[in-house]
């Protein structure tokens, strides 16, 4: 996955809106401390936002999961597995492996709580393919140089521009940013599914399981 460090997006995101970073081996030290932790708190929330914008490729995975539970507790899979990685949004259940058959069975399922529940059928897998969204990073300001993902990028920059035009009060300029970076996103997405050919993934719902 092509990444790019936090700092750059917030360096570029300071330098869009017209304020100056100086000069030196690496300009962010130069934003105000209280600037710099304002901007870190915003990026969690526009980084979660474009996170969760699209089902991005570089962000989805497909693994195999064990299915919990029993008949008396029902059957489940906790989105926190032990050795597994925690799941952010579900997709998609699947009875066969996407990697290996064109067009993987889809098993039915409801979201409840932390888990993902199915009901009760003797015929359920105890071995599942879940498509699920992996969770947003938690950034901080001891540690500028994490990545983000490259694909959001650009967008995330401008919605941080436009948060410092707010606190500005340049509420037009603001809004201008937001416009385009839904416009990124877009640009994004249409890379994927037109230049890319990458299409919603082919499913086959024959019944429950």
């Keep these: ?3 790019v460090t936090l700092q750059s997006i917030l360096l570029r995101a300071w330098q869009r809106v017209g304020n100056d970073a100086g000069t030196g081996a690496n ?3 130069n934003i105000p401390s209280g600037a710099k932790t304002m901007l870190v708190a915003a990026a969690n929330d526009r980084i979660a936002d474009c996170w969760e914008w699209a089902d991005w490729p570089e962000l989805m995975r497909v ?3 064990t299915v919990e539970g029993n008949a008396t507790t029902g059957y489940f899979i906790p989105s926190e597995q ?4 925690p799941m952010g949004e579900v997709f998609a259940v699947y009875r066969d492996n996407p990697a290996t058959h064109v067009a993987p069975r889809e098993i039915g399922y409801t979201l409840l709580g932390d888990n993902i529940r199915f009901p009760e059928d003797s015929d359920l897998p105890t ?3 879940v498509r699920y969204r992996v969770r947003p990073d938690t ?3 001891s540690n500028l140089t994490a990545t983000v993902p490259a694909v959001i990028a650009k967008a995330v920059g401008l919605m941080l521009a436009a948060d410092l035009n707010t606190e500005d009060g340049q509420l037009d300029k603001a809004l201008a940013m937001e416009q ?3 416009t990124e996103l877009i640009a994004q997405r249409d890379k994927y599914y037109f230049q890319q050919g990458q299409p919603s993934m082919w499913t086959a719902r024959i019944n429950q399981y």
């Design 82 to 85: 032990v050795g597994q990685t």
């Design 180 to 182: 385009l970076a839904e």
């Design 139 to 141: 950034y901080t300001t």
């Design 63 to 65: 693994e195999s999961r």
């Design 27 to 29: 300009p962010i030290d």
């Design 1 to 3: 996955m092509r990444t």
């Design 127 to 129: 071995t599942v393919y």
